[in-house]
């Protein structure tokens, strides 16, 4: 009974942990990209703002103060830097890296919406409701993503064995997904089948940084904040495996 409940509990621990990651992740880019610029696409007092967020929901989070609030707070910061990466020029990505980060983010601004969700004293519906919307739209835009982007579909062709067939039944698994969450029904069926799925493609096409750092002009620490937004995604499914009710569709 206990090793069930430290099991149920796992993900959540992470979770809480991940605004740590990511304020380390972003110093970390910000000083690999100065190597070749004279001065930061972001003013450094919006920085160091955006750092002292980051770090201060991660402790908060961590001693589950204010878990709904300060989730929020993280939601709202990820979508600052989707906002960011379209409006400011002088960050200088291609459209398809873009979309490829924006995408990521998306999808764990769905995962805290949900984790806000589930620490009230009563669930929030609503909130669930547009956590689930959201990972929807994140499916959505990771279909897209593998059928439209060259660079993407040429990844997925390199790593992943059975060609085109293969990328035709990632899409159908991860198409179903986007359409259970946005109907609110077997979430905890398509969940598993997610983590299976998103979790391949993590580790074969994410996880070769190499590939993407020499071959695709991906730099070093926006591949690895990929794979940290990718691991968040995958422990958020983990939660709704565990935590969220496997709603199915009476007539």
Same mark, same amino acid.
């Given at each position: 009974?206990?090793?069930?409940?430290? *099991?149920? @509990? #796992?993900? /959540?621990?992470? $979770?809480?942990? +991940?605004?740590?990651?990511?304020?380390?992740? =972003?110093?970390?880019?910000?000083?690999?990209?100065?190597?070749?610029?004279?001065?930061?696409?972001?003013?450094?007092?919006?920085?160091?703002?955006?750092?002292?967020?980051?770090?201060?929901?991660?402790?908060?989070?961590?001693?589950?103060?204010?878990?709904?609030?300060?989730?929020?707070?993280?939601?709202?910061?990820?979508?600052?830097?989707?906002?960011?990466?379209?409006?400011?020029?002088?960050?200088?990505?291609?459209?398809?890296?873009?979309?490829?980060?924006?995408?990521?983010?998306?999808?764990?601004?769905?995962?805290?919406?949900?984790?806000?969700?589930?620490?009230?004293?009563?669930?929030?519906?609503? *909130?669930? @409701? #547009?956590? /689930?919307?959201? $990972?929807?739209? +994140?499916?959505?835009?990771?279909?897209?993503? =593998?059928?439209?982007?060259?660079?993407?579909?040429?990844?997925?062709?390199?790593?992943?064995?059975?060609?085109?067939?293969?990328?035709?039944?990632?899409?159908?698994?991860?198409?179903?997904?986007?359409?259970?969450?946005?109907?609110?029904?077997?979430?905890?069926?398509?969940?598993?089948?997610?983590?299976?799925?998103?979790?391949?493609?993590?580790?074969?096409?994410?996880?070769?940084?190499?590939?993407?750092?020499?071959?695709?002009?991906?730099?070093?620490?926006?591949?690895?904040?990929?794979?940290?937004?990718?691991?968040?995604?995958?422990?958020?499914?983990?939660?709704?495996?565990?935590?969220?009710?496997?709603?199915? @569709?009476?007539?």
């Amino acid at each position: 009974m206990a090793s069930a409940y430290w *099991l149920r @509990k #796992l993900p /959540e621990f992470f $979770i809480a942990r +991940f605004p740590f990651l990511n304020a380390i992740s =972003l110093l970390l880019l910000l000083a690999e990209r100065a190597q070749n610029e004279s001065y930061p696409p972001i003013q450094p007092k919006v920085i160091y703002t955006h750092i002292g967020i980051f770090v201060a929901c991660g402790f908060l989070l961590s001693f589950r103060y204010k878990c709904k609030e300060v989730s929020l707070v993280y939601c709202g910061q990820m979508l600052y830097l989707v906002y960011t990466l379209f409006t400011n020029t002088q960050m200088d990505y291609t459209q398809w890296q873009k979309i490829r980060m924006a995408s990521r983010h998306i999808g764990c601004v769905g995962i805290f919406l949900l984790f806000s969700s589930i620490f009230e004293n009563l669930p929030s519906k609503q *909130l669930q @409701k #547009l956590g /689930e919307t959201v $990972i929807g739209l +994140f499916l959505m835009a990771f279909v897209y993503i =593998l059928n439209d982007s060259v660079e993407d579909k040429k990844s997925f062709l390199y790593h992943v064995p059975g060609g085109d067939w293969s990328r035709y039944f990632f899409t159908l698994v991860l198409a179903a997904g986007a359409i259970s969450f946005f109907s609110g029904h077997f979430l905890r069926d398509m969940s598993i089948s997610v983590i299976v799925m998103f979790g391949i493609l993590t580790i074969l096409i994410d996880c070769d940084i190499n590939y993407w750092v020499e071959g695709n002009r991906m730099l070093f620490w926006n591949q690895v904040r990929i794979i940290i937004d990718d691991l968040c995604i995958l422990l958020g499914f983990a939660m709704i495996v565990v935590r969220i009710d496997n709603r199915v @569709k009476v007539e």
